[in-house]
């Protein structure tokens, strides 16, 4: 095993910095029907540790195979922080996607992606979160589909 250790990474040109990726971490949601109307659901809420304070953070959403009625609509919201009650971190994606019904055939993706809003001060444990708050019954990744919220920890 080899270790690459350095102060600092910097171009050719000496105003040039790079940012490279500390740690990329994946966390799911499987097939989860019957989600209520009217109020946010929590699918994900799981802890990662940061590896150096300061950092910023890629997040990338894929939730997909979603139905609900048709004319409908679906709100996903991501949080990053230190709770562990979602909505007390810091909001970094918040999308919303229109439904095309309940059948097999009417599934839409809903997708969210956000660089740079949230930046670690420590590196005590954090907390990534997914919520959905549909405006009618919702079945998310539908077909034994995966959901998927990618973080990406950046230095600077």
Known sequence: MSTLRVDNLRGQESSTVFKYVVQTLQF???ETSSISSGSATTLINSTFTP??????????LHLPNCTATAGGSVVAYVYVGTSATPTSNTQ???SQERMEGTGADDVTSIHGHDF????CASTDT???????????????ARHSNTGKLLLQEIAP
């Open 92 to 94: 970094v994606i918040f």
């Open 116 to 119: 740079g809003t949230f930046t």
């Open 126 to 140: 954090h907390y990534v979160s997914l919520t959905v708050t549909p405006d009618h019954t919702l079945t998310v």
């Open 28 to 30: 799911t949601v499987a």
């Open 51 to 60: 590896r150096t304070s300061g950092n910023k953070f890629a997040v990338w």
